[in-house]
């Protein structure tokens, strides 16, 4: 059945066919205020050589689609969100770069201005079925792979993954939608452990941060605080922070398992469609949970309940 919609008989059919190695995703954040660049670089396996098979983009346009060195007809190959992958050898490789679309309802790569300084932030929901909004996938999450994500955008910005975030590298001006000409940077962030892609996350923006740490085993886990500038005089940080800590205590004395990634970074975002989302060390969460007012205890205690389940 084409269409955007993976049917449970196709999702069983492609994870008997392949296995996915790892992508190399690359996103470009310094273009419209519309749409953004993407490409991933895809290595997968195929059991049965000789068949075809799919992956997913739900986005403006495809620009190239190479497979083992091979060229493919874009407008053939791209059609109803699918991207046909035929021909398949045992080990592939598959180059694709295309265009993706900001969105305003809380998939994929979400877009915010915001009406106090009018500064842009973004944000993706993944779940369940979303990640395809943003870069070419295998989407299905029994498909797990490694992600390495590349992402150019103003030089400004707080750019989060689920890797810790590295140095940026200067790349000199460009004209960004909605913010004119300003200092441009690319970061690359290194490989993450094998992931479903709907757990997998890119905020960014001008951000604030709170940081601190805790203890794990060891080793101390870095923690961040985030959220937009016009919402920080209202964030609780000591409180997040206090019931963050407490969780990795008890979780890892529940689970007898260590808090298994490199850092713990949470989000608070705007027009958020969910209460939270457990995104790999970027768990992202509805901004309602920044109050702006004093609250009844019962919200305070949703809250901590919230990041305990994210955590969990």
Known sequence: ????????????????????????????????????????????GCRTPGAQTFCDFVGESVQSVRL??????????????????????????????????????????????DPVDDEVYLYTQFETADSRRMFPVFEQPDLKATFAFTVSAPAHWQIVSCQPTPEPVPLGEAEVGGLGRVPVARWQFAPTPRL????????????????????????????????RRSLMPYLDADNVFACTKAGFAFFEELFELGYPFEKYDQIF??????????????????????FRAKVPEAMVERRGLTILHELA
């Open 68 to 113: 083992n060195g091979v060229d493919l007809d874009p407008g053939t190959a791209y059609h109803d969100g699918r991207i046909a992958l035929p021909d398949l050898a045992a080990d592939n490789v598959v180059e694709i770069r295309a265009t993706g679309r900001y969105m305003h309802t809380g998939e994929g790569l979400h877009r915010f201005v």
């Open 269 to 290: 975002t705007p027009e958020y469609n969910a209460g939270a989302m457990e995104n790999v060390g970027a768990v992202t969460y509805n901004e309602m949970y920044v």
């Open 196 to 227: 479903s892609s709907y757990v997998t996350a890119l905020v960014a923006g001008p951000y604030e941060v709170v940081r601190d740490s805790t203890a794990v085993g060891d080793r101390q886990v870095p923690l961040g605080l985030f959220a």
């Open 1 to 44: 059945m084409p269409g955007t919609n993976l049917t449970r008989e196709e999702a069983a059919r492609r994870a008997e066919l392949i296995e996915v190695d790892s992508y190399d995703v690359t996103i470009d954040l310094t273009g419209s205020a519309t749409t953004f660049g993407t490409a991933s670089v895809i290595r997968f």
